[in-house]
């Protein structure tokens, strides 16, 4: 049995979508996406088998934000195949660079 079947029959927890997640790295700043606070949500359904995640970007005109929702969702179909993955874009609250957490702002000096 692979890891990801023994995770499923288990169930998900936030804290391992999150994991997921933080492999993902923004290319322009070269920190993860959680540390760099474009994770607004993830929320799991495990009746119904489905995760939903609101990203937001740090800009709307980001050059790398096909490249940051299409690597969320692609990661989370690969740890969690048999869930139905949901990644939307929001905008709202608007990005700031407030939302960078210490270890993020640690990875930038």
Do not use: H
């Amino acid at each position: 049995m692979s890891n990801s079947e023994n995770i499923q029959e288990k169930g998900v927890s936030r804290t391992q979508v999150v994991a997921a997640l933080g492999l993902i790295i923004d290319p322009e700043l070269g920190i993860n996406i959680v540390d760099m606070g474009l994770l607004y949500s993830a929320d799991i359904d495990e009746p119904g088998k489905s995760i939903l995640i609101n990203l937001t970007l740090s800009s709307r005109g980001c050059p790398m934000g096909a490249a940051i929702l299409g690597g969320a969702e692609n990661i989370l179909k690969s740890y969690f195949p048999l869930y139905i993955i949901e990644v939307q874009l929001v905008w709202e609250p608007a990005w700031a660079p407030e939302f960078i957490s210490e270890e993020g702002r640690q990875l930038l000096d």
